[in-house]
């Protein structure tokens, strides 16, 4: 047991979080026990866990004091960046990168990948981000472009987006094109809705500074002084990604972002995000950031989701061994037969 005093003056609200959630957050990670009595926290488990959720405690009781705004989410993700890197402090997991600013927040990465991710979208012209669902690939993507706006260093934003149905057959959608292909691009609006008010965000796209298209709609197209950005890029076909990546103009940066591990593509296409990586890869100018399980920001069982499915994807089919496959029955005489009757030639067995 540990017993641990805060400095004088400690904004507990702010450090324990609504309802101690952060404190829940320290106990779930560490699995200790902590109790707080105005500015006296006792930590109760084993020593090493104990000595851990101390200086867990103690980093963020100096942000509290530094003025630093602390959200459980932020919390949750820093704890995990730290168990992988536990000679980082908090600060440098939660603050070390400069926030971007957008209409209605600061959006600042979480990982260590997504600010390796926002680095290379700065950095480089194209960047490609490959990763399962939940590691804010898109969503950091559309602040940037967001904030490239508001700076004006860019004249418009163009979102796409394969529409392709995810594993099943809607079949026909009324409406004009736009009525028909809007369910698709949804979660492209839902994320810039995000980042700025819904009357502002209506009123560029009315203007054609922000467009959200289909894929199919960029063929023939040059686009300069753009920030584009293609989603769902693992049901983009090997042909389309060639045609959206030659569509890039003068002082416009490109990023796509998809899952592997989600292709909704029929069995017979080839996804083009998947052979875009050997195509690629040790060009000047494009890179490739890969997301993992690590990364995902989203309800902490995502994680686990997708740790679940990558070990049932590598575990091995299992076979039955007590029936072997035989042929039908049919086939059986039919072979039978081909083998006791001598062909119209005389030749025993023979092919024709």
């Known amino acids: 047991m540990r017993k641990i005093k805060l400095r004088e003056g400690t904004n507990t609200a702010v450090l324990f979080g609504h309802h101690d959630r952060h404190l829940k957050l320290i106990e779930e990670e560490y699995g200790v026990r902590c109790s707080a009595r105005g500015e006296e926290v006792t930590v109760e488990g084993m020593p090493e866990t104990v000595k851990q959720a101390e200086r867990v405690l103690n980093e963020l009781a100096a942000l509290t004091n530094e003025g630093y705004e602390l959200r459980s989410d932020d919390i949750s993700h ?140 960029m063929r023939g197209r040059t686009l300069n002084d753009s920030f584009v950005i293609l989603d769902e890029a693992q049901n983009a076909t090997a042909e389309q990604m060639k045609m959206f990546l030659t569509r890039l103009g003068f002082h416009s940066k490109a990023v796509v972002t998809g899952d592997i591990t989600q292709i909704d593509l029929p069995s017979d296409r080839v996804s083009g995000l998947i052979e875009v990586r050997g195509i690629l890869q040790g060009i000047a100018g494009i890179e490739f950031v890969h997301f993992d399980e690590r990364d995902v920001v989203r309800h902490r069982l995502v994680q686990e989701i997708i740790k679940a499915y990558d070990r049932h994807s590598a575990t091995p089919p299992h076979f039955s061994p007590s029936r072997k ?28």
């Open 78 to 217: 820093a704890l995990t960046a730290l168990r992988h890197n536990q000679d980082a402090s908090l600060k440098e997991l939660l603050f070390s990168a400069s926030p971007i600013v957008t209409r209605k927040r600061f959006i600042v990465p979480k990982t260590p990948t997504q600010k390796h991710y926002l680095e290379a979208i700065e950095k480089h012209d194209i960047v490609i981000g490959i990763g399962p669902a939940g590691t804010g690939k898109t969503y950091l993507a559309m602040a940037m472009a967001v904030s490239a706006l508001m700076k004006k260093d860019v004249s418009r934003i163009i979102l796409a987006r394969p529409a392709v149905e995810a594993g099943e057959k809607l079949g026909y959608l009324p409406g004009d094109m736009y009525a028909k292909v809007n369910p698709y691009l949804r979660p492209l609006y839902d994320a810039l809705f995000d980042m700025m008010d819904m009357e502002r965000a209506n009123r560029l796209i009315d203007r054609g500074d922000i467009e959200i298209a289909p894929l199919a709609f």
């Open 325 to 352: 496959s035989e042929p039908p029955k049919r086939q059986q005489q039919d072979s039978k037969a081909s083998r006791s009757t001598p062909s119209q030639s005389g030749s025993w067995g023979q092919s024709h």
